[in-house]
């Protein structure tokens, strides 16, 4: 099956510096990359996915890249602000019906 | 537009009971269910999904079950819990077909005492 590594495990950054969460999969077959962003306490949300027919995609300060060839894919969150402070999940599918999630990292940002 | 539900939202129960933990979906048909564990400080462990009425897949071989009774309802039980069941339990479901994105439940939070 699928598996998925995620780094690093904890990132602390300064507000407004910039954050990056690096995952790799092992399944050549995965097209669908989702990321959730997992408040204290909450349910995780889906933030921002990238499919494998596109290498990039952005959504105001998130974005992901997918590198298929190295089978490997980032989240980048620029102006880090407080309420980006969570803990975040990469996730891969090979198909319509499951996910393959990395362990988490968690982002704190310092004010 | 399509909402999630879950009951109950907290539960503490002793070592030996059952449990029954409900999901429901609103607002879509044929949808894929399933069920997901999170220890405390932990990553997302699949448990069971379901693509169709009746139809379970299982992930994890332990001591808990699914059921699909109806088309957007889900449910999770165990007849015996142990003190390693506690946990996060989440609920989500994705478009029956052609649908990657998973939408996550508000989840039940378990302890086992």
């Known amino acids: 099956g699928e598996n998925v590594e995620q780094h690093p495990s904890t990132l602390s950054v300064q507000e407004g510096d910039s954050a990056v969460i690096k995952c790799t999969y092992s399944d050549s077959a995965s097209n669908y990359f989702p990321w959730y962003k997992q408040e204290l306490g909450k349910r995780p949300q889906l933030i921002i996915d990238i499919r494998s027919n596109v290498g990039e995609k952005k959504d105001q300060r998130i974005a992901v890249t997918l590198n298929k060839t190295a089978k490997h894919f980032s989240l980048h969150i620029t102006e880090t602000q407080p309420e980006d402070s969570a803990v975040y999940f990469c996730a891969a599918s090979p198909n319509d019906y499951k996910l393959s999630f990395g362990a988490g990292t968690t982002v704190t940002v310092r004010a | 537009s399509q909402t999630i539900h879950q009951w109950p939202a907290t539960l503490v129960q002793p070592v030996g009971s059952p449990l029954s933990l409900e999901c429901t979906v609103e607002?879509?048909?044929?949808?894929?269910l399933y069920w997901y564990r999170q220890a405390a400080g932990r990553g997302l462990q699949l448990l069971f999904y379901s693509v169709g009425i009746g139809q379970i897949s299982s992930e994890v071989p332990q001591n808990l079950s699914a059921s699909r009774p109806q088309d957007r309802q889900f449910i999770l039980s165990s007849k015996k819990l142990l003190l390693s069941d506690s946990g996060f339990y989440l609920c989500?479901?994705?478009?029956?077909?052609?649908?990657?994105?998973?939408?996550f439940g508000p989840g039940t939070r378990l302890t086992v005492t």
């Open positions: 989500a479901w994705s478009r029956g077909t052609g649908g990657h994105e998973q939408y």
């Open positions: 607002g879509t048909s044929n949808p894929n």
